[in-house]
């Protein structure tokens, strides 16, 4: 990490109440002015090239038992500053990252309470702000309880919005595309997940909220940076006015937090820009986080794996090794009871994964189910099901660890929690002690299901702080994390570079479950990726799920050759090749791009891009002169526009195209593609069609 400049700090005024306080965004488009009005209540507004994007917006924490922190202040510092710094992720979209801004400290005082004072920080970026209050250790403030945030962003307008219901439990919804004005009437028509839904209001929404303003066509997305040890923020609309504000997760008794000066709030963030491609892209969200706090990041890497996974989705196999009535769990002795003749997790199949894994070059093999407990696995008796070390008689650990260590390829570790937390953290040291004696690097842990203790949320404080306890707790034993139902990611993956991966919204598991709609990949970009990457468990080539299991008539809804293009349009450094070894083997031309594909990169161009319609993306492989090119459609056909000006200038490559074939589209004819090859350059521009649900994938050497 190198820290190239750190400008000066200056301006120290005192007594400054009435006057505005306002600093620009370092190219001057963004100017963030902050301000007390009335009876001393803190306010923000937020102009992008002189135009409002968040007009006059009130700040302020309600609390219990202490007085509130909403107003009663007098401004008595204010200072600003400058920082300029690249930093170098250990794993990314980019090789080197510019974290850049100017700086707004106001220290905001309740004479009437004592003298007690808070901070806003904001930081204004060229793409976008963020900001957040702190509390400083002082006489008389210690432990508060947090009762409601009320952060408002009043937005300029009725905007189009791309939005998921308000919920404390999930974010696998169909995102709902609509004016804010139509969120209300829309409420019930969000098509809901397959797990429990806790909606608050009819008008809440969860973040990153992306928005488009109806009037010039501004994106303009809302979410939090660095979220640990406070709540999840959602969002409730004003309908009328236009309004968000925020709204956190209560937990089990309707708290909102438990805070104890000096500390802070995670960072507030407005992401701002004219072009859709600078939001997909866009680092501030990493940029309001910490540095890592590892000393060493030799052992995290990024990883394409395989898994035996997508039959058990898909019901072809399944994780249990019994049927339920036979089992007392905790009780029964597995060796006695007869085996259903569908577990997945068997040495013999586990072992055929790792030869295809080792053949094709993989790094890893997911295997779910391997552990006693799945008979009931989300059922009544959840609070004590798994212990995370106990193996079926059919999976021989000791044996796996040696075939897959002699093939030269990790098996990833499944940690179904069922969302039973304490029992997950009483066998969380003994559960990684075991993947470290038996040669595993890597682990998927799950929260499926409503959380016990009872009562409290997946996104509330608690459990906000258990999956960073669990991340932290991993990287003691230098395990890399990737935690499905988990809180939405907000940037820590800085900070705790060993969480490679989440889940946090509807993945492909779905497309076994009835489907996600063609537009889905071309939102998630914008939304639930601008916090951190997602499993998102790409590379269905076998389309109709009844292939697998006769019984399950829901099919994929995009084409073969999108398959390939999500390779490059969800970015992560975790990414799965998820369909069955012999799909592959009948598709062995196509599947040759996931092959090659890289999951770390030197730089990455948004060469197309509006959400809910289409993205084309390049990527350089990191240290490598190669790139990948991926490009997405939703259910409309179209022509993309491929340009390569960031090739070096004057030589010439080879791109293999992985398109759609003439006639292909999602619902009727999903397997049809075409794959050529044809020579560029940086001055080539390349025309391309995409089908219905289509997409292509482009590799170049
Ligand atoms: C839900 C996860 O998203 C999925 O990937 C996993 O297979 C199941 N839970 C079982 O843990
Ligand atoms: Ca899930």
Avoid at 19 to 34: C, E, R
Avoid at 132 to 155: C, D, G, M, W
Avoid at 525 to 531: A, D, H, K, V
Avoid at 610 to 632: Q, V
Wanted: proline residues 5%; hydrophobic residues 35%.
């Amino acid at each position: 990490m190198q820290r190239f400049l750190l400008c000066l700090t200056f301006m120290v005024l005192i007594g400054l109440s009435a006057i505005a306080q306002t600093i620009t965004s370092p190219d001057k488009n963004l100017t963030l002015k902050f301000e007390l009005q009335g009876n001393g209540v803190p306010t923000y507004q937020l102009t992008y090239k002189q135009k409002p994007v968040i007009k006059t917006s009130k700040l302020g924490l309600e609390t219990k038992d202490v007085p509130s922190f909403m107003d009663g202040f007098t401004l008595t510092k204010s200072e600003t500053s400058t920082f300029d710094e690249m930093w170098t992720p250990v794993w990314g979209e980019e090789k080197n990252i510019r974290n850049h801004y100017n700086e707004l400290l106001v220290t905001l005082t309740q004479k009437s309470v004592k003298d007690r004072f808070i901070r806003i920080r904001f930081r204004v970026f060229n793409d976008g702000l963020g900001f957040r209050y702190e509390f400083p250790s002082q006489p008389n403030l210690n432990y508060f309880v947090i009762k409601e945030e009320h952060t408002q962003f009043a937005l300029n307008g009725d905007h189009k919005a791309f939005w998921l219901p308000g919920d404390f439990d999930t974010q696998e919804y169909e995102t709902v595309v609509s004016n804010l004005s139509e969120v209300r009437g829309k409420m019930k028509d969000a098509v809901t997940p397959n797990v429990s839904q806790t909606t608050f209001s009819p008008t809440g929404l969860q973040t990153p909220l992306m928005l488009k303003r109806n009037s010039d066509g501004l994106y303009i997305n809302i979410h939090e940076a660095a979220l640990v040890d406070y709540s999840c923020m959602s969002l409730n609309l004003d309908d009328k006015n236009f309004v968000l504000e925020s709204f956190l997760t209560p937990d089990a008794i309707g708290d909102k937090g438990y805070m104890q000066a000096p500390t802070q709030s995670p960072w507030r963030t407005v992401i701002v820009s004219d072009k859709a491609g600078d939001v997909m892209l866009s680092k501030l969200v990493y940029n309001l986080n910490e540095p890592t706090k590892f000393k060493d990041v030799s052992w995290i890497k990024p990883v394409k794996y395989v898994g035996v996974w997508w039959e058990m989705i898909t019901g072809k196999s399944t994780w249990a090794y019994t049927d339920l009535e036979n089992v007392q769990l905790g009780i029964t002795d597995y060796t006695k009871t007869k085996p259903n003749g569908k577990h997945g997790a068997n040495t013999a199949n586990v072992k055929k994964y790792i030869d295809f894994a080792a053949k094709n070059g993989f790094d890893a093999v997911l295997v779910e189910g391997w552990n006693q407990g799945w008979e009931d696995w989300f059922g009544k008796t959840k609070d004590y099901v798994f212990d995370f070390v106990t193996p079926y008689p059919d999976f021989d650990v000791k044996e796996l660890h040696r075939y897959a260590a002699s093939k030269n390829v990790k098996i990833i570790m499944h940690h179904e929690t069922s969302g039973s937390v304490r029992n997950y953290e009483r066998h969380l040291d003994t559960a990684y002690k075991f993947m470290v004696e038996n040669g595993y690097n890597a682990v998927k842990s799950g929260y499926v299901g409503q959380i016990i203790p009872r009562g409290e949320h997946h996104y509330g404080q608690w459990l906000v702080n258990h999956y960073l306890y669990t991340i932290t707790k991993a990287a003691d034993y230098k395990i890399m994390v990737n935690a499905h139902e988990a809180i939405r990611p907000t940037g820590l993956a800085r900070t705790y570079p060993n969480l490679i991966g989440n889940e946090a919204a509807r993945g492909t598991e779905y497309e076994s479950f009835g489907g996600n709609t063609p537009a889905h990949t071309t939102i998630l970009p914008f939304t639930r990726l601008i916090g951190g990457p997602m499993d998102y468990t790409p590379g269905i080539f076998q389309t109709r799920i009844n292939a697998y299991n006769p019984q399950n008539n829901s099919f994929v809804h995009t084409t073969l050759a999108k398959q390939l293009a999500l390779y490059v349009t969800m970015y992560s450094p975790l990414q799965m090749a998820a369909d069955l070894p012999e799909t592959y083997d009948k598709f062995s031309d196509a599947f040759q791009f996931i092959k090659d594909v890289a999951v770390d990169w030197d730089a990455s161009y948004a060469l197309e891009a509006e959400p809910g319609e289409y993205i084309t993306l390049a990527r350089k492989a990191k240290g490598k002169n190669e790139w990948y090119i991926g490009s997405i459609t939703n259910e409309n056909p179209r022509v993309a526009t491929v340009t390569f000006n960031y090739l070096p200038k004057g030589k010439t490559f080879e791109a293999t195209i992985y398109a759609d074939g003439k006639d292909a589209s999602f619902d009727k004819n999903p397997q049809s593609y075409q794959i050529r090859k044809v020579k560029v350059t940086s001055k080539t521009v390349l025309k391309q069609q995409v089908a219905p649900g289509g997409g292509f994938a482009v590799s170049v050497k």
